[in-house]
């Protein structure tokens, strides 16, 4: 469901279960995919050109987006199954994964990855082109290689993300098995059917007055 108050450019894509809120702004080129499960955006929310938002599901586990109030997504920032709560910010090329969860107040700056189940605590900044793991969060330079990988297994993302339990070191396994398992997951598009919003959704104040006195004349 889309308030009849909101923009939605004509380039913008919304496939699925969407709820987007009053005054909210879904600017060109942005894509929001509930896949196999939903996505909601609160009030006043804007999400900038060719951002993605996608929901996504691992088995019986939904990982829907949910994001509140007055948050604001930069260009090209990717939001996959997470949280993000009211007044936040996530800057241009951010990332935050599955499960994740930015609280009110928190910035997530140009660049910057959240991983997968990490808390960003509220008023929390997580710098440019760094990666925040954890609960607690912890952050790290992407030169950390050992540290990192340490941290990502950790987490255990590929079990979060898409339900496979590969050991980590048979990688071939591993991405073959994530790209059946979304194959699988994205054949419902096969079936997928454009459509319009209502033309009375898309007129601005001016256009709604000016039909209307042409109505009257």
Same mark, same amino acid.
């Given at each position: 469901m889309v308030d009849?108050?909101?923009? @939605?450019?004509?380039?913008?894509?919304?496939?699925?279960? @969407?709820h987007v809120g009053p005054r909210s702004r879904i600017? #060109?080129?942005?894509?929001? %995919?509930?896949e196999g499960s939903r996505i909601e955006i609160g009030e006043c929310t804007i999400v900038c050109e060719n951002a993605v938002l996608r929901a996504t599901a691992s088995g019986d586990i939904e990982h829907p987006v949910a994001i509140g109030d007055h948050v604001f997504v930069g260009p090209h920032a990717t939001l996959l199954g997470c949280t993000i709560e009211p007044c936040s910010y996530i800057a241009t090329g951010a990332t935050v994964l599955h499960e994740a969860t930015v609280h009110s107040g928190a910035a997530v700056a140009v660049g910057a990855l959240v991983h997968a189940k990490t808390v960003v605590p509220s008023g929390y900044f997580v710098p440019p082109n760094t990666i925040a793991i954890g609960d607690?969060?912890?952050? #790290?330079?992407? %030169?950390?290689? %050992?540290?990192?990988? %340490?941290a990502i297994k950790g987490i255990s993302f590929a079990k979060t993300a898409f339900g496979i339990e590969t050991q980590w070191e048979d990688r071939p396994l591993r991405y073959r098995q994530t790209t059946e398992i979304r194959s699988k997951e994205f054949e419902s598009h096969l079936g997928d059917v454009i459509l319009n919003r209502k033309t009375e959704q898309q007129e601005t104040p001016q256009d709604k007055k000016r039909n209307s006195l042409t109505k009257l004349g």
């Open positions: 009849s108050s909101t923009f @939605i450019a004509p380039t913008a894509v919304l496939v699925g279960r @969407i600017m #060109y080129g942005a894509i929001l %995919d509930s607690p969060i912890k952050l #790290y330079s992407s %030169d950390e290689k %050992d540290a990192l990988t %340490d």
